[in-house]
């Protein structure tokens, strides 16, 4: 559909809303069947319909607000403008929340924009009162003419992130393997990132790579070198805010030599994946001799590292697109040849939601 009619049925909408259908609306009613027809006679030079008689539906959003996302205690801005050459002067610009004007509801937190932006200062949201979440729409009206509705901007206000374990600094031994954890809450969940000595550590997905960043948001350093003696810290982003974390020390001591308690870093825990995702079981340990990690599927040991099992630095068991057949319990071994111990857990897999 051509600009010039949708521009017109918007009028004519708006109108009938306003005059319930009064005679005003059944003129231009009249009036858009004629321009239909007028238009559908020039076809098919469509931007014909700008000419004379098109002036009137040169009423359009030239801006209309976008979908945002904002946080608790922030600021909302959203942005309109309607332009219009019937000469009437500008549109007069009122906006809607969730289907109610807001002229109807006092808030001092709202200001209207001498251009028309709406701003909404000091955001509201807690569990029980969230008056600025929401769906939001500009209604631009030229007097005597009508008024033409915008798109609708989903507003979201995005929870507080919250540090549920901060990094601490850790010591570990050449060669062994290293955590360093940072656990962040909030809603939208937040996308963890690490920085070493304060610039971003570029991980990549290459077999051998002895540093990854983990689902749970924990950095494992794997096979220690001295060049991994440095400072740590997790940068938490959600798209209402970003959290930093705390700087951490991850020191590098000598290896004696001397056997240690083979003691688990991170034990696996419970995994729900959707189907036909890739689930990640965490498991990392550390000790001397230097453990090796194995994984059962049940009580058969998995062995072939191909499409469907990998490792992810060495220890984490990387399931690729699950199906319901990979439902169950697994165990993860880490094992030299003076000790061995062993952690359970259990994947489920959850059907696509329709
Ligand atoms: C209206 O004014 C505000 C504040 O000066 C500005 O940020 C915004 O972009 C303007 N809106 C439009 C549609 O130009
Ligand atoms: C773990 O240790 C037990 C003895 O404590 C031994 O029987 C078993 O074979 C070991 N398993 C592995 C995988 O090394």
Redesign the pocket.
Known sequence: MEPGSLGCMGDVWGLMERRRGGTGGLYLLLLCWLLATLTAAQAPDASSSSSGIGSFVEFSFS?EPQDSVTVRGGVL?L???AQSDAGAGPPLLTWRKDGVMLSAVVDERRQQ?A???LLVQNIVHSRHHRPDEGEYQCLATLEGLGTIVSRTAKVTVAGPLKVVIPTESVSSYLGDTALLRCEVSGDPTPIIRWQKNREDLALTFDPDSRLAVLPSGSLQVSRIQPPDSATYRCLADNPGSTRTGMDAELRVLPEPGVSRNLQFLQRPSRVTALLGTDAVLECSASGYPTPGIQWRRGEEMIQSWNKKYSLLVGSNLIIQSVTDDDSGSYSCTAANKNHNITAHTELSVQGKEK
């Open positions: 801006q801005q942005d309109c403008q924009l251009n028309g932006s």
